[in-house]
Protein backbone atom coordinates (compact mmCIF):
# COMPACT_ATOMS: atom_id res chain seq x y z
CA UNK A 1 0.00 0.00 0.00
CA UNK A 2 1.28 3.60 -0.88
CA UNK A 3 0.38 4.12 2.53
CA UNK A 4 2.57 1.65 4.47
CA UNK A 5 5.70 2.97 1.84
CA UNK A 6 5.68 6.28 3.08
CA UNK A 7 3.72 6.73 6.41
CA UNK A 8 4.93 10.54 7.05
CA UNK A 9 4.89 12.01 3.60
CA UNK A 10 2.26 12.92 1.98
CA UNK A 11 3.75 14.48 -0.63
CA UNK A 12 5.45 11.49 -1.77
CA UNK A 13 2.56 9.19 -1.19
CA UNK A 14 0.56 11.65 -3.38
CA UNK A 15 3.71 11.04 -6.40
CA UNK A 16 3.30 7.19 -6.13
CA UNK A 17 -0.88 7.42 -6.44
CA UNK A 18 0.00 10.13 -9.79
CA UNK A 19 2.61 7.37 -10.93
CA UNK A 20 0.04 4.52 -10.80
CA UNK A 21 -2.36 7.29 -12.63
CA UNK A 22 -0.11 7.70 -15.43
CA UNK A 23 0.97 4.12 -15.76
CA UNK A 24 -3.26 3.72 -16.22
CA UNK A 25 -4.00 6.11 -18.33
CA UNK A 26 -0.82 5.98 -20.73
CA UNK A 27 -1.29 1.69 -21.14
CA UNK A 28 -5.49 2.19 -21.68
CA UNK A 29 -4.99 5.17 -23.97
CA UNK A 30 -1.84 3.41 -25.94
CA UNK A 31 -3.12 -0.12 -26.45
CA UNK A 32 -5.33 -0.92 -29.65
CA UNK A 33 -6.04 -4.79 -28.81
CA UNK A 34 -9.91 -3.40 -29.06
CA UNK A 35 -9.44 -2.72 -32.38
CA UNK A 36 -7.53 -5.65 -33.90
CA UNK A 37 -9.40 -8.59 -32.24
CA UNK A 38 -12.38 -9.67 -30.01
CA UNK A 39 -11.98 -9.19 -26.16
CA UNK A 40 -13.63 -10.76 -23.33
CA UNK A 41 -13.47 -10.63 -19.68
CA UNK A 42 -12.05 -14.22 -17.72
CA UNK A 43 -14.34 -15.84 -15.76
CA UNK A 44 -13.65 -16.87 -11.99
CA UNK A 45 -12.24 -20.00 -12.66
CA UNK A 46 -10.22 -19.85 -15.88
CA UNK A 47 -6.20 -21.10 -15.64
CA UNK A 48 -3.14 -21.30 -17.88
CA UNK A 49 -2.94 -17.41 -18.46
CA UNK A 50 -0.23 -15.97 -19.76
CA UNK A 51 1.45 -12.90 -17.93
CA UNK A 52 3.27 -10.12 -19.73
CA UNK A 53 4.84 -6.40 -17.87
CA UNK A 54 8.11 -5.32 -16.62
CA UNK A 55 9.74 -4.82 -13.57
CA UNK A 56 11.76 -1.70 -12.83
CA UNK A 57 14.10 -0.94 -9.55
CA UNK A 58 13.68 2.87 -9.44
CA UNK A 59 15.03 5.55 -7.39
CA UNK A 60 13.13 6.21 -4.22
CA UNK A 61 13.89 9.87 -4.31
CA UNK A 62 12.13 10.23 -7.74
CA UNK A 63 9.18 10.53 -5.15
CA UNK A 64 10.94 12.02 -2.01
CA UNK A 65 12.70 15.18 -3.98
CA UNK A 66 10.79 18.08 -5.88
CA UNK A 67 13.10 18.34 -8.46
CA UNK A 68 12.26 15.20 -10.35
CA UNK A 69 9.60 15.19 -12.97
CA UNK A 70 9.19 11.46 -14.10
CA UNK A 71 5.66 11.41 -15.84
CA UNK A 72 7.22 11.26 -19.33
CA UNK A 73 9.71 7.88 -17.73
CA UNK A 74 5.94 6.73 -16.23
CA UNK A 75 4.36 6.95 -19.19
CA UNK A 76 6.63 5.35 -21.89
CA UNK A 77 6.84 2.37 -19.36
CA UNK A 78 3.09 1.53 -20.28
CA UNK A 79 3.54 2.40 -23.70
CA UNK A 80 5.90 -0.30 -24.21
CA UNK A 81 3.99 -2.88 -22.65
CA UNK A 82 1.07 -1.96 -24.86
CA UNK A 83 3.05 -2.17 -27.78
CA UNK A 84 4.47 -5.37 -26.88
CA UNK A 85 0.89 -6.92 -26.53
CA UNK A 86 0.32 -5.34 -30.10
CA UNK A 87 3.65 -7.06 -31.44
CA UNK A 88 2.80 -10.45 -29.75
CA UNK A 89 -0.63 -10.38 -31.73
CA UNK A 90 0.95 -9.34 -34.48
CA UNK A 91 3.73 -12.24 -34.96
CA UNK A 92 0.52 -14.68 -34.10
CA UNK A 93 -1.36 -13.92 -37.24
CA UNK A 94 1.55 -14.12 -39.79
CA UNK A 95 2.89 -16.92 -38.25
CA UNK A 96 -0.41 -18.61 -37.97
CA UNK A 97 -0.54 -21.76 -39.87
CA UNK A 98 -4.48 -21.59 -40.03
CA UNK A 99 -4.70 -18.25 -41.82
CA UNK A 100 -4.85 -18.60 -45.38
CA UNK A 101 -2.33 -16.50 -47.19
CA UNK A 102 -2.31 -15.56 -50.66
CA UNK A 103 0.40 -14.42 -52.71
CA UNK A 104 0.23 -10.85 -54.56
CA UNK A 105 2.30 -9.70 -57.55
CA UNK A 106 4.72 -6.66 -57.98
CA UNK A 107 1.38 -4.94 -59.08
CA UNK A 108 0.56 -4.64 -55.49
CA UNK A 109 -2.76 -2.16 -55.89
CA UNK A 110 -4.59 -4.10 -58.05
CA UNK A 111 -4.45 -7.25 -56.34
CA UNK A 112 -4.80 -5.19 -52.96
CA UNK A 113 -7.86 -4.31 -54.23
CA UNK A 114 -8.84 -7.48 -55.76
CA UNK A 115 -8.17 -9.22 -52.57
CA UNK A 116 -10.10 -6.83 -50.38
CA UNK A 117 -13.25 -7.13 -52.67
CA UNK A 118 -13.59 -10.63 -52.20
CA UNK A 119 -12.60 -10.36 -48.32
CA UNK A 120 -15.56 -7.85 -47.98
CA UNK A 121 -18.21 -10.12 -49.54
CA UNK A 122 -18.04 -12.31 -46.76
CA UNK A 123 -17.46 -10.17 -43.72
CA UNK A 124 -16.01 -6.58 -42.76
CA UNK A 125 -11.95 -5.67 -43.06
CA UNK A 126 -11.99 -3.79 -39.66
CA UNK A 127 -8.08 -3.94 -39.48
CA UNK A 128 -5.34 -3.53 -41.91
CA UNK A 129 -2.10 -4.39 -41.25
CA UNK A 130 0.72 -2.73 -43.79
CA UNK A 131 4.25 -2.74 -43.99
CA UNK A 132 6.24 0.77 -43.29
CA UNK A 133 7.61 0.94 -46.91
CA UNK A 134 4.51 1.05 -48.66
CA UNK A 135 3.38 4.03 -46.90
CA UNK A 136 4.14 6.60 -49.34
CA UNK A 137 3.18 5.29 -52.16
CA UNK A 138 -0.51 4.43 -50.56
CA UNK A 139 -0.68 7.59 -49.62
CA UNK A 140 0.85 9.33 -53.03
CA UNK A 141 -0.02 6.88 -55.58
CA UNK A 142 -2.20 4.56 -54.76
CA UNK A 143 -5.82 6.63 -54.97
CA UNK A 144 -4.46 7.77 -58.31
CA UNK A 145 -4.26 4.80 -59.74
CA UNK A 146 -6.92 2.94 -58.08
CA UNK A 147 -10.60 5.15 -57.54
CA UNK A 148 -11.45 2.53 -55.36
CA UNK A 149 -8.55 4.17 -52.68
CA UNK A 150 -9.83 7.66 -50.98
CA UNK A 151 -7.53 9.69 -48.89
CA UNK A 152 -8.99 11.59 -46.12
CA UNK A 153 -5.84 14.32 -46.71
CA UNK A 154 -7.02 16.21 -43.60
CA UNK A 155 -7.37 13.65 -41.12
CA UNK A 156 -5.30 11.03 -43.05
CA UNK A 157 -7.90 8.48 -43.03
CA UNK A 158 -8.15 6.36 -46.05
CA UNK A 159 -11.83 4.66 -47.53
CA UNK A 160 -11.21 1.52 -49.51
CA UNK A 161 -14.61 0.18 -51.14
CA UNK A 162 -16.73 2.58 -48.84
CA UNK A 163 -14.87 1.18 -46.04
CA UNK A 164 -12.87 2.79 -43.26
CA UNK A 165 -10.24 0.13 -41.90
CA UNK A 166 -8.11 0.76 -38.88
CA UNK A 167 -4.66 0.54 -40.57
CA UNK A 168 -1.42 -0.12 -38.40
CA UNK A 169 1.56 0.10 -40.30
CA UNK A 170 5.15 -2.10 -39.08
CA UNK A 171 7.96 -0.90 -37.36
CA UNK A 172 11.21 -1.34 -35.66
CA UNK A 173 9.48 -3.01 -33.01
CA UNK A 174 7.31 -4.93 -34.87
CA UNK A 175 8.46 -5.34 -37.96
CA UNK A 176 6.74 -7.61 -41.21
CA UNK A 177 6.43 -7.98 -45.01
CA UNK A 178 3.39 -8.79 -45.34
CA UNK A 179 -0.02 -7.43 -45.74
CA UNK A 180 -2.95 -8.31 -43.79
CA UNK A 181 -6.92 -8.11 -43.63
CA UNK A 182 -8.91 -8.62 -40.33
CA UNK A 183 -12.17 -8.93 -39.40
CA UNK A 184 -11.53 -8.09 -35.43
CA UNK A 185 -14.14 -12.15 -34.88
CA UNK A 186 -10.77 -13.70 -36.44
CA UNK A 187 -9.65 -14.31 -32.80
CA UNK A 188 -10.44 -13.90 -29.27
CA UNK A 189 -8.14 -12.12 -26.56
CA UNK A 190 -8.90 -12.60 -22.67
CA UNK A 191 -8.20 -10.55 -19.93
CA UNK A 192 -7.80 -11.46 -16.17
CA UNK A 193 -9.69 -10.28 -14.48
CA UNK A 194 -11.35 -7.97 -17.03
CA UNK A 195 -10.68 -6.36 -20.29
CA UNK A 196 -11.23 -3.03 -18.65
CA UNK A 197 -9.09 -3.48 -15.45
CA UNK A 198 -6.36 -5.52 -17.06
CA UNK A 199 -3.68 -3.68 -16.24
CA UNK A 200 -1.86 -4.46 -12.35
CA UNK A 201 0.33 -1.76 -11.05
CA UNK A 202 2.57 -2.39 -7.63
CA UNK A 203 4.82 0.28 -6.38
CA UNK A 204 6.85 -1.62 -3.27
CA UNK A 205 9.85 -1.12 -1.55
CA UNK A 206 12.55 -3.20 -2.60
CA UNK A 207 15.46 -4.93 -0.78
CA UNK A 208 17.64 -1.85 -1.48
CA UNK A 209 16.74 1.11 0.73
CA UNK A 210 17.25 3.86 -1.35
CA UNK A 211 15.30 2.07 -4.48
CA UNK A 212 11.59 1.07 -5.35
CA UNK A 213 10.03 -2.71 -6.43
CA UNK A 214 7.89 -0.96 -9.67
CA UNK A 215 5.78 -3.74 -11.47
CA UNK A 216 3.21 -3.90 -13.84
CA UNK A 217 1.92 -6.14 -16.28
CA UNK A 218 -0.94 -7.57 -17.91
CA UNK A 219 -2.69 -11.44 -17.77
CA UNK A 220 -4.11 -12.88 -20.79
CA UNK A 221 -5.01 -15.72 -23.18
CA UNK A 222 -5.17 -15.43 -27.22
CA UNK A 223 -6.48 -17.85 -29.56
CA UNK A 224 -7.01 -17.33 -33.31
CA UNK A 225 -11.41 -18.63 -33.07
CA UNK A 226 -11.97 -18.33 -37.14
CA UNK A 227 -9.03 -18.20 -38.73
CA UNK A 228 -11.29 -17.73 -42.20
CA UNK A 229 -12.13 -13.80 -41.19
CA UNK A 230 -8.09 -12.97 -41.88
CA UNK A 231 -6.56 -13.08 -44.89
CA UNK A 232 -2.88 -12.40 -45.67
CA UNK A 233 -1.29 -11.36 -48.91
CA UNK A 234 2.20 -12.64 -49.13
CA UNK A 235 3.88 -9.85 -51.13
CA UNK A 236 6.44 -11.67 -53.99
CA UNK A 237 9.44 -9.51 -53.77
CA UNK A 238 11.79 -8.62 -57.11
CA UNK A 239 14.63 -10.90 -56.75
CA UNK A 240 17.93 -9.17 -58.23
CA UNK A 241 19.78 -10.93 -60.98
CA UNK A 242 22.82 -12.73 -59.77
CA UNK A 243 25.64 -10.41 -61.57
CA UNK A 244 28.18 -12.66 -63.39
CA UNK A 245 31.63 -11.31 -63.38
CA UNK A 246 34.64 -12.71 -65.58
CA UNK A 247 37.41 -12.65 -64.36
CA UNK A 248 40.31 -13.16 -67.27
CA UNK A 249 43.03 -14.74 -66.48
CA UNK A 250 46.88 -13.57 -67.96
Same mark, same amino acid.
Given at each position: ?30 ? $?????? $? ?16 ? #? ?21 ? #?? =??? $????? =? ?64 ? #? ?31 ? =? ?45 ? #? ?15
Amino acid at each position: MTEELFKDNKEAQDKVKKAKAILQEAYYSGS $SLCKIV $SVRNATPDEKDFLQLGYR #RLIPKEWFTESEFCTDLVFRQFA #RN =LAM $SEEGI =LIRLIFESPEIIKTEISENIVEDFISHFKTFSYSQRADTLLIPIDLFVTMHIDWPNVNSSIKLDYA #RGRFTILDTKPNIFWSNKYTPFDDIAFLNRDFA =LWTSKPNFENRLEVKISQSGKEDQLDLMFLTRFKLRISNPTKALILH #RIKPTKQNEIVNNETT
